[in-house]
Protein backbone atom coordinates (compact mmCIF):
# COMPACT_ATOMS: atom_id res chain seq x y z
CA UNK A 1 0.00 0.00 0.00
CA UNK A 2 1.45 3.22 -0.99
CA UNK A 3 0.67 5.92 1.16
CA UNK A 4 1.55 9.22 -0.21
CA UNK A 5 0.90 11.38 2.94
CA UNK A 6 2.95 11.73 6.36
CA UNK A 7 4.57 9.03 8.12
CA UNK A 8 7.59 7.35 8.74
CA UNK A 9 7.22 4.08 10.33
CA UNK A 10 9.27 0.84 9.35
CA UNK A 11 7.23 -2.80 10.82
CA UNK A 12 9.15 -5.64 12.20
CA UNK A 13 9.55 -8.71 11.65
CA UNK A 14 11.48 -10.06 8.35
CA UNK A 15 13.08 -6.98 7.44
CA UNK A 16 15.46 -7.65 11.19
CA UNK A 17 16.96 -10.60 8.86
CA UNK A 18 17.62 -8.67 5.63
CA UNK A 19 20.86 -7.79 4.82
CA UNK A 20 22.34 -4.10 4.94
CA UNK A 21 20.94 -1.65 2.77
CA UNK A 22 18.30 -3.91 1.31
CA UNK A 23 15.82 -1.75 -1.05
CA UNK A 24 12.21 -3.52 -2.00
CA UNK A 25 11.26 -1.16 -4.93
CA UNK A 26 9.35 -3.80 -7.37
CA UNK A 27 7.66 -3.19 -10.47
CA UNK A 28 3.98 -3.57 -11.06
CA UNK A 29 5.23 -6.71 -12.97
CA UNK A 30 7.36 -8.39 -10.54
CA UNK A 31 4.57 -7.89 -7.98
CA UNK A 32 1.76 -9.65 -9.70
CA UNK A 33 4.44 -12.54 -10.99
CA UNK A 34 6.43 -13.58 -8.25
CA UNK A 35 4.45 -12.34 -4.88
CA UNK A 36 0.87 -11.81 -5.73
CA UNK A 37 0.91 -15.11 -7.92
CA UNK A 38 2.99 -16.86 -5.58
CA UNK A 39 0.72 -15.78 -2.55
CA UNK A 40 -2.48 -17.27 -4.65
CA UNK A 41 -0.86 -20.42 -5.25
CA UNK A 42 0.48 -20.97 -1.70
CA UNK A 43 3.39 -20.78 -2.76
CA UNK A 44 6.69 -18.85 -0.83
CA UNK A 45 7.45 -15.43 -1.53
CA UNK A 46 10.70 -14.43 -2.92
CA UNK A 47 11.13 -12.32 0.55
CA UNK A 48 8.87 -12.27 2.97
CA UNK A 49 8.41 -8.73 3.77
CA UNK A 50 4.44 -8.52 2.46
CA UNK A 51 2.00 -9.17 5.96
CA UNK A 52 -1.17 -10.51 5.55
CA UNK A 53 -3.56 -7.99 7.07
CA UNK A 54 -7.39 -7.25 6.42
CA UNK A 55 -6.53 -3.26 5.44
CA UNK A 56 -10.23 -2.64 5.73
CA UNK A 57 -10.24 -2.84 9.63
CA UNK A 58 -7.94 0.19 10.08
CA UNK A 59 -7.19 3.98 9.06
CA UNK A 60 -4.73 4.10 6.42
CA UNK A 61 -2.12 6.13 9.10
CA UNK A 62 -2.66 3.31 11.51
CA UNK A 63 -1.64 0.56 8.43
CA UNK A 64 2.55 1.37 8.73
CA UNK A 65 2.94 0.32 12.54
CA UNK A 66 1.51 -3.16 10.97
CA UNK A 67 3.62 -3.73 7.93
CA UNK A 68 6.42 -5.88 7.87
CA UNK A 69 8.95 -3.90 6.19
CA UNK A 70 8.96 -0.26 4.27
CA UNK A 71 9.39 3.36 4.78
CA UNK A 72 7.01 5.82 3.10
CA UNK A 73 5.90 2.43 1.42
CA UNK A 74 4.01 -0.30 2.62
CA UNK A 75 2.72 -3.80 1.38
CA UNK A 76 0.23 -6.25 1.99
CA UNK A 77 -1.81 -8.75 1.28
CA UNK A 78 -5.55 -8.03 1.68
CA UNK A 79 -8.74 -10.53 1.21
CA UNK A 80 -11.00 -9.30 -1.01
CA UNK A 81 -14.54 -8.22 0.68
CA UNK A 82 -17.34 -7.99 -1.45
CA UNK A 83 -20.31 -5.29 -1.24
CA UNK A 84 -23.11 -7.64 -1.16
CA UNK A 85 -22.37 -11.71 -0.77
CA UNK A 86 -23.59 -12.74 -4.59
CA UNK A 87 -22.00 -9.30 -5.94
CA UNK A 88 -19.11 -8.54 -8.02
CA UNK A 89 -18.65 -5.50 -6.15
CA UNK A 90 -16.01 -4.53 -3.37
CA UNK A 91 -16.38 -3.22 0.01
CA UNK A 92 -14.17 -0.51 0.07
CA UNK A 93 -15.32 0.60 3.85
CA UNK A 94 -12.62 1.06 6.08
CA UNK A 95 -11.62 2.48 9.64
CA UNK A 96 -13.04 6.05 9.57
CA UNK A 97 -13.64 6.35 6.13
CA UNK A 98 -13.98 4.81 2.57
CA UNK A 99 -11.13 3.79 -0.20
CA UNK A 100 -12.83 5.74 -3.75
CA UNK A 101 -11.09 4.60 -6.79
CA UNK A 102 -9.86 7.14 -9.07
CA UNK A 103 -8.80 6.72 -12.58
CA UNK A 104 -8.93 3.76 -14.82
CA UNK A 105 -7.51 0.38 -14.38
CA UNK A 106 -4.31 -0.33 -15.83
CA UNK A 107 -3.40 -3.52 -17.51
CA UNK A 108 0.02 -4.99 -16.20
CA UNK A 109 1.71 -7.48 -19.12
CA UNK A 110 4.45 -10.42 -18.85
CA UNK A 111 6.79 -8.98 -21.00
CA UNK A 112 8.33 -11.98 -21.37
CA UNK A 113 5.09 -13.25 -23.05
CA UNK A 114 2.78 -10.06 -23.83
CA UNK A 115 0.15 -11.45 -21.77
CA UNK A 116 -2.26 -10.00 -19.43
CA UNK A 117 -1.04 -10.62 -16.05
CA UNK A 118 -2.94 -8.52 -13.49
CA UNK A 119 -4.66 -5.10 -12.86
CA UNK A 120 -3.63 -2.12 -11.23
CA UNK A 121 -6.09 0.39 -9.56
CA UNK A 122 -5.55 3.35 -7.82
CA UNK A 123 -7.58 4.58 -4.67
CA UNK A 124 -8.17 7.75 -2.82
CA UNK A 125 -8.85 7.48 1.23
CA UNK A 126 -11.88 9.84 1.98
CA UNK A 127 -12.22 10.71 5.66
CA UNK A 128 -16.34 10.17 7.04
CA UNK A 129 -18.89 8.58 4.90
CA UNK A 130 -20.48 8.58 1.34
CA UNK A 131 -21.16 10.74 -0.19
CA UNK A 132 -19.78 13.83 1.72
CA UNK A 133 -16.51 12.30 2.82
CA UNK A 134 -13.18 14.45 3.35
CA UNK A 135 -10.63 13.82 0.28
CA UNK A 136 -7.43 12.94 1.90
CA UNK A 137 -3.75 12.52 0.86
CA UNK A 138 -3.86 9.11 1.45
CA UNK A 139 -3.27 6.89 -1.92
CA UNK A 140 -3.78 3.47 -2.12
CA UNK A 141 -2.59 1.05 -5.36
CA UNK A 142 -4.48 -2.21 -5.06
CA UNK A 143 -2.98 -5.18 -7.75
CA UNK A 144 -5.15 -7.70 -8.78
CA UNK A 145 -4.86 -11.11 -10.96
CA UNK A 146 -6.56 -11.54 -14.23
CA UNK A 147 -8.95 -14.31 -13.94
CA UNK A 148 -8.26 -14.35 -18.34
CA UNK A 149 -5.33 -12.26 -19.49
CA UNK A 150 -7.59 -10.90 -22.38
CA UNK A 151 -9.87 -9.42 -19.37
CA UNK A 152 -6.86 -7.34 -19.10
CA UNK A 153 -6.99 -5.52 -22.16
CA UNK A 154 -10.81 -5.29 -22.42
CA UNK A 155 -11.08 -4.02 -18.81
CA UNK A 156 -13.73 -6.76 -18.02
CA UNK A 157 -11.87 -7.42 -14.54
CA UNK A 158 -13.38 -10.63 -12.59
CA UNK A 159 -11.35 -12.06 -9.75
CA UNK A 160 -9.32 -14.92 -9.69
CA UNK A 161 -10.08 -17.60 -6.70
CA UNK A 162 -7.75 -19.69 -5.53
CA UNK A 163 -8.78 -21.70 -2.30
CA UNK A 164 -12.57 -19.77 -2.66
CA UNK A 165 -10.74 -16.53 -1.49
CA UNK A 166 -9.95 -13.70 -3.98
CA UNK A 167 -6.56 -12.18 -2.94
CA UNK A 168 -5.03 -9.13 -3.88
CA UNK A 169 -1.66 -6.93 -2.68
CA UNK A 170 -2.06 -3.24 -2.00
CA UNK A 171 1.00 -0.53 -1.83
Known sequence: ???????????????????????????????ILHYLCNRAAA??????????LDIYNFD?????????YGDN????????DRKYPNGIRPNRAAGSGYWKATGTDKPIY????????GVKKALVFYKGRLPK?????????EYRLAIDPLAVVVNTYRPIK????SMRVCM
Open 1 to 31: MSMAQQGQGQGQGAATSLPPEFRFHPTDEEL
Open 162 to 165: FRNI
Open 73 to 80: EWYFFSPR
Open 133 to 141: GTKTAWIMH
Open 43 to 52: APCPVPIIAD
Open 110 to 117: DAATGQGV
Open 60 to 68: PWDLPSQAV
